[in-house]
């Protein structure tokens, strides 16, 4: 792996434990799914800035993927508008993002290493749900616009900031 999908890497790791020191998103949390074309298993975290406007958070992520003899880095921005749903615990959301995706693949995948980068969208929706712990449980599916995975499914834990 190159010192670059390294660094990233760390990154995506690091990013969610600083900002929860630093208190300045209202939720973060990890998140482990998978992704298709290229086919892997995908992990993350992303941080959650509430109401920038009614109903509206902006999630910054950072996502590592394995598989398909190829490691994807991609650093998400997404909008989340929030269905409000009356008297239902679990809120549905749908949005859409840009992201930046960092490509390193091994030599069986066009006949020699290399990486790469490319740029994209993606539409996204998905529910989250309040458990006992006062933490967030959610699932979240991508459809790419452009460059990307083609699908994501993601599920995870947001926890507040206290």
Known sequence: ??????????AALLVPAAAHAAG??????????????????????????????????????VDVGFGDSITLVSLNGDFRY??????????????????VHFYSWDQNVIGSNGNGTKAGGSLLFGADVPTKAGSRFFVE????LGDGPTFKVTAGWNFKMR
């Not at 190159?2 to 760390?10: D, E, F, K, N, Y």
């Open 1 to 10: 792996m190159s010192r670059r999908l390294v660094a990233l890497t760390l």
């Open 82 to 99: 929030r269905i409000v749903v009356p008297g239902a615990t679990w809120q549905p959301y749908a949005g859409a993002g840009v992201a």
């Open 141 to 144: 599916g991508k459809i790419a």
């Open 24 to 61: 300045s998103f209202s939720t973060w949390g990890p998140h482990l799914g998978f992704s298709t074309d290229p086919s892997q298993v995908v992990f993350g975290g992303q941080l959650e800035m509430g109401n920038v406007a009614p109903q509206i958070d902006f999630v910054p992520g």
